[in-house]
């Protein structure tokens, strides 16, 4: 089992969180908790495009539970105006966004 690691950055307005390990049922509270408190200071930093940036070129596992995760954000970040990206997604996961259709809506 590979741990969840997340690295948060800041420049110029965007806010990056890099993900490595694994993204499951078991580390899907960690992740909610970092990404809702980047909302938030996205939300409060008053730039008119605010911009939150998850990149998981070194994410290794994902399930369900850390793609619903990823749906619930862009859903909050919508809400509030902040765009939302996800880069450097693996083949696995890209592969995995395809089949639940998922890709029209993070990647």
Known sequence: MDPLHLTTSRHDGTLTVSV???LDIATTEQFRTQLLALLRE?????LPHPELVIEVSRLSFIDAAGLGI????????????T??????????????????GLDQHLA
């Open 42 to 46: 996205a939300d409060r930093s008053r």
């Open 20 to 22: 490595s390990g694994e």
């Open 70 to 81: 990823l749906v619930s954000v862009r859903n909050q970040a919508a809400t509030q105006h």
């Open 83 to 100: 765009r939302l990206h996800i880069k450097g997604v693996p083949p696995a996961m890209r592969r995995l966004l395809r089949i639940t």
